[in-house]
């Protein structure tokens, strides 16, 4: 495991753009895992920027989002989809075919899903960010690490924490469907950001902490390819 930490959170976002623009560069068509959250977006406005100075290119590139509520409509501007479009899809020259985000409309949806993963090749570089208990993706704490894209149940420190994009906690959906572990620990490369003294003890359980579902960030321990990138913050605890 790779740990950087940044004086700044913009820092750490950005970092994790030059990461993604760094692969964009080297493989054309390089399979991306983006995610959302308020983390990425300065590293989705790097790309957006080095896409229209010409640096980057998305012709080729395919996505495949890590995550989506259930029962919100994609074009509620509360919905993943609608942030990947604000943020990336609807600035850059990404084909719309090459677009891929979970949906949680029928049983299949989840192996569908990862089905496409597979025949896209595999994510080269998985974005990730982290939950104040330790979630990526949407995989919550639990008894056991979840392997495929499957539908989940927020839990109540994460329906608290979503609250503020919506008008009160009662508004946030009750479940997901999200990328499984198994799926994040098959990317080639994951990149995870954490940001802001609400994440210190979620960075500190995943990098020093045993490896746990109890804390599912904690698998990375064991990625071949894992980097984290932190604010001063977010690192508090490392410094203990
Ligand atoms: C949501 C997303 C996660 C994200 C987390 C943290 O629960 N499903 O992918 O990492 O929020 O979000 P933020 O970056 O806004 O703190």
């Known amino acids: 495991m790779e740990f950087h930490v940044y004086e700044s959170a913009r820092a750490a976002c950005e970092a994790a753009g030059v990461l ?3 692969q964009i560069t080297r493989k054309g068509d390089s399979v991306l895992g983006l995610a959302t959250g308020s983390t990425p977006i300065p590293a989705y406005e790097m790309l957006v920027q080095w896409y ?3 640096v ?5 590139i395919r996505t495949f989002n890590l995550d989506e509520y259930v029962g919100i409509d994609h074009k509620n501007p509360l919905s993943y989809h609608a942030f990947m479009q604000e943020h990336l899809f609807g600035k850059v020259n990404l084909r719309a075919e090459n ?3 979970p949906s949680g ?3 299949m949806a989840g192996a569908a899903y990862d089905e496409k993963i597979r025949s896209a090749g595999g994510i080269d570089i998985q974005l990730l960010g982290i939950g104040r208990n330790g979630h ?5 704490p639990a008894e056991e690490f979840t392997y495929g894209t499957h539908i989940v149940t927020l839990a109540k420190d994460t329906i608290e924490a979503n609250a503020r994009f919506f008008r009160s906690a ?3 959906p009750r479940q997901a469907i999200s990328m499984g572990i198994g799926n994040i620990m098959a990317a080639k ?4 950001v954490a940001t802001g003294e609400n994440k210190a003890e979620a960075v500190y359980n995943t990098i020093r902490g045993p490896i746990t579902p109890h804390v599912p960030a904690s698998i990375l321990q064991l990625h071949p390819c894992c980097v984290i990138l932190a604010d001063r913050e977010a690192s508090r605890l490392m410094r203990e």
Do not use: K, Q
């Open 170 to 172: 009662d508004e946030v």
């Open 56 to 60: 980057i290119d998305f012709d080729r």
């Open 105 to 107: 409309r029928s049983a």
């Open 52 to 54: 229209e100075r010409g």
């Open 99 to 101: 677009v891929h985000l």
């Open 20 to 22: 993604l623009a760094a």
């Open 189 to 192: 490369c994951v990149v995870l």
């Open 136 to 140: 990526i993706g949407f995989n919550e």
